[in-house]
Structures are given as C-alpha cells and as structure tokens.
C-alpha cells in the first residue's frame, strides 16, 4: 500500500470517472506512488451497471460504493499520509510526477496542501481580498510567502512537477 490515496469523488458520473482516471494514469508519471479510490454513489440500477463496468475496466482502481460518506472518507484518511483529492469531471491535461509533489510536501512542513489547477497567475487571494505577490521558485514549490497555509496551497503549476 502507498502512502498516498488519490480519491475520487462520483455521484452518477461513470463516463466523467472513467476520463478522471485514463487522464490521471496517461499524465501521471509515477502513478505506482498513489493507491486511486473511487468513492461513488447512484441512484437508479443502469448507472449502478456503468460503474460495474468500470470496475472492470479498472482492476487497479479501488471502488467504494458510497453508504456512509463521512465515516468512509475518514476511513480512508486513516490509511494514507497523503490523500489528493479529485472530482469525477477532472481532466488531467498536462503530465506531473507525485514524488515531486511528495518530496516537497516532505520538505515543507508549513504547507498544507497542493493544487495542480493553480497556475502562476493566480495572484489575487479572493477570501481575503487582496492581491498576493508570488515570490519565488523554490524546489519546486512557488510559494506565495505567508498567504501558503492560509490559500491551502504551495504548488501551483504542473510544469513545475514534471
């Protein structure tokens, strides 16, 4: 078992599922770093069928049929250092390398998390109301000085992680 879950999120959405993890398994390029978890749900017997079928597709890929969500994402959280999560409508576009993202999340106590979405143009801290300067490439993080932990990311930009 790896120390990192990337979890899915899915609420009759196997088509969606299904490009979030050829996506994720195309860009990724240490993918054998990550367990991948699909917790999903239905409502009717032909999505219940569509999701079987990925199953199928994707003996590697973990599915979770979802009856209690709360207590099977905390089930998950407690089996994993690291859990990235993901929505059934991601579309990874660009390739990425986990152990960077890994090594520097090891290396970088003070970070909370990560995000392959924000680029560096990100400069404006909505919550907060006010733009925030990016200050510099370091080890592969783009940081953004103190705001890291309070905007609940440090990497910014998938060309930083191949």
Same mark, same amino acid.
């Given at each position: 078992?790896? *120390? #990192?879950?990337? /979890?899915?999120?899915?609420?009759?959405?196997a088509l969606q599922v299904r490009a979030a993890i050829e996506? !994720? +398994? /195309?860009?990724?390029?240490? =993918?054998?770093?990550?367990?991948?978890? @699909? !917790?999903?749900?239905?409502? %009717?017997? !032909?999505n219940e069928k569509q999701y079987q079928k #990925?199953?199928?597709? +994707?003996?590697?890929?973990n599915f979770l049929n979802?009856? &209690?969500?709360? %207590?099977?994402?905390?089930? @998950? #959280?407690?089996?994993?250092e690291y859990v990235m999560y993901v929505v059934d409508d991601t579309i990874f576009m660009q390739d990425f390398k986990l152990g960077v993202? #890994?090594?520097? !999340? %090891? *290396? $970088?106590?003070?970070? &909370?998390?990560?995000?392959?979405? /924000?680029? =560096? *143009?990100?400069?404006? $801290?909505?919550?907060?109301? $006010?733009?925030?300067k990016l200050l510099r490439k370091k080890e592969g993080f783009l940081t953004h000085g103190p705001l890291r932990v309070r905007c609940l990311s440090s990497i910014h930009s998938p060309e930083y992680l191949r």
């Open positions: 078992m790896s *120390n #990192l879950a990337a /979890l899915i999120f899915s609420k009759n959405r996506s !994720l +398994f /195309l860009r990724c390029k240490d =993918i054998d770093l990550a367990d991948v978890v @699909v !917790l999903y749900t239905t409502t %009717n017997y !032909l #990925l199953m199928e597709l +994707f003996p590697t890929v979802q009856v &209690v969500f709360i %207590n099977q994402v905390i089930s @998950v #959280l407690e089996q994993y993202v #890994l090594k520097s !999340l %090891n *290396n $970088h106590k003070d970070c &909370v998390g990560f995000s392959l979405r /924000l680029g =560096i *143009n990100t400069t404006y $801290h909505y919550m907060g109301k $006010h733009d925030q």
